[in-house]
Nanobody, 123 residues
């Protein structure tokens, strides 16, 4: 059974940094796209950052470019999201997910999801 466990969320002030981690178990996902998504009440889940099997393939939402960095450690089956210069509008529940071998930013293309971790940024 595949499980994704996220950690690293919390309450911070604007301009602070956080690092989210997500470790998968149950199988290896070295060839699969992995990503971070976020959702706020009443809004659809949106993609934040995606990474392909290699660090060469990454995607960032315009709202986080230059502030967030996604990386992965295939040996540990783990994906990270380094979030710097956080803003109140980054407040959301952040989910990690694993997709397929095709690089895609669409949430519906992702098959495995974590339980989510809350990130709250105060002004």
């Amino acid at each position: 059974q595949v499980q994704l466990v996220e950690s690293g969320g919390g309450l911070v002030q604007a301009r602070d940094s956080l690092r989210l981690s997500c470790t998968a178990s149950g199988r290896t996902f070295g060839s699969y796209a992995m990503g971070w998504f976020r959702q706020t009440p009443g809004k659809e889940r949106e993609s934040v950052a995606i990474i392909g099997w290699s660090d060469t393939y990454t995607y960032y939402a315009d709202s986080v470019k230059g502030r967030f960095t996604i990386s992965r450690d295939n040996a540990k089956n783990t994906v990270y999201l380094q979030m710097n210069s956080l803003k109140p509008e980054d407040t959301a529940v952040y989910y990690c997910a694993i997709g397929g071998v095709v690089f895609t930013t669409t949430p519906k293309d992702y098959n495995y999801w974590g339980q989510g971790t809350q990130v709250t940024v105060s002004a």
